[in-house]
C-alpha cells in the first residue's frame, strides 16, 4: 500500500519560505508512470493544485502560483518537497502531497496533509 | 482559465439518491475525477475517469460525464457518505489541474 506523509515546519513568518517534504512509502518511487504532486486547502475553502514533478527532472505549476513555487525530487531518499516564497496570510492552508499520473490522471493516493500557518 | 462549478452545498435522506454536479465548458470531453473529503482527513478518490470505480468504492457511487456537465451519484445514501466532494479535471490547454469548489452533502 502506498503511503505518502508529509513533514515541515507548521509556522512560517510572513515573508518568508515555506519548505515542505513528502515521503513516500510502500511503493513504486523511481518509475515514468507516476507524477509527485503538491495541492493545498485554506481552512473551510477548496483544494488548489499547486504542482509537480517528475523523474525526468520536468515540472508543471499552477499558472497563479508558477513564480513563487518550486517542486523537487530526491530520489534516494524516496521524498520530494515544495519551496513557496513570499508567504502570506493567504498561503495559510492544509498542503497535501499526492501521487498522479500523466496529462488528465487521478490524484490516486493523498498524504494526510500538513498544516502551514502564516504568522508573524 | 477552466472553472469547474459545484453548488456549495445539498441534503439529502438515508436511502435516498444523490446527485452531485459539476459543470464546465464542453467538460464531456474531458476526463473528471471525483474525490470525497471527510472532516479532518485526506481527500479519497471515488470515481476516476468519469465512471470508474477505484478498488474498494461500493458500487453505491457512479459517474457520468456529457455536453458542460459531470454527475457523481450516490445511491442509498448512508450516514457515513456525509462528507465534501470536489470534481477534477485537466486543463490542457495551461496544463493546469482544476478543482470544482466543492459539494458538502449533509445526510438528514
Known amino acids: 500500500q502506498v503511503q505518502l506523509q508529509e513533514s515541515g515546519p507548521g509556522l512560517v513568518k510572513p515573508g518568508q519560505t515555506l519548505s515542505l517534504t513528502c515521503t513516500v512509502s510502500?511503493?513504486?518511487?523511481?518509475?515514468?508512470?507516476?507524477?509527485w504532486d503538491w495541492i493545498r486547502q485554506p481552512a473551510g475553502k477548496g483544494l488548489e493544485w499547486i504542482g509537480r514533478t517528475h523523474i525526468s527532472g520536468s515540472t508543471n505549476y499552477n499558472p497563479l502560483l508558477k513564480s513563487r513555487v518550486s517542486v523537487s525530487m530526491d530520489t534516494s531518499k524516496k521524498q520530494f518537497s515544495l519551496k513557496m516564497t513570499s508567504m502570506t496570510a493567504a498561503d495559510s492552508a492544509v498542503y497535501f502531497c499526492?501521487?498522479?499520473?500523466?496529462?488528465?490522471?487521478?490524484?490516486?493516493?493523498w498524504g494526510q496533509g500538513i498544516l502551514a500557518t502564516v504568522s508573524s | 482559465s477552466y472553472v469547474l462549478t459545484q453548488t456549495p452545498s445539498m441534503s439529502v435522506a438515508p436511502g435516498q439518491t444523490a446527485p452531485i454536479t459539476c459543470g464546465g465548458s464542453d467538460i464531456g470531453r474531458k476526463s473528471v475525477h471525483w474525490y470525497q473529503q471527510k472532516a479532518g482527513q485526506a481527500p479519497v478518490l471515488v470515481i476516476h475517469y468519469d465512471s470508474e470505480r477505484p478498488s474498494g468504492i461500493p458500487e453505491r457511487f457512479s459517474g457520468s460525464n456529457s455536453g458542460n456537465v459531470a454527475t457523481l451519484t450516490i445511491t442509498r445514501v448512508e450516514a457515513g457518505d456525509e462528507a465534501d466532494y470536489y470534481c477534477?479535471?485537466?486543463?490542457?490547454?495551461?496544463?493546469?489541474?482544476?478543482f470544482g469548489g466543492g459539494t458538502k452533502l449533509t445526510v438528514l
Open positions: 477534477h479535471v485537466w486543463d490542457s490547454n495551461s496544463d493546469n489541474r482544476v
Open positions: 510502500g511503493g513504486a518511487f523511481n518509475v515514468d508512470t507516476y507524477y
Open positions: 499526492a501521487r498522479g499520473g500523466k496529462f488528465g490522471s487521478p490524484f490516486d493516493y
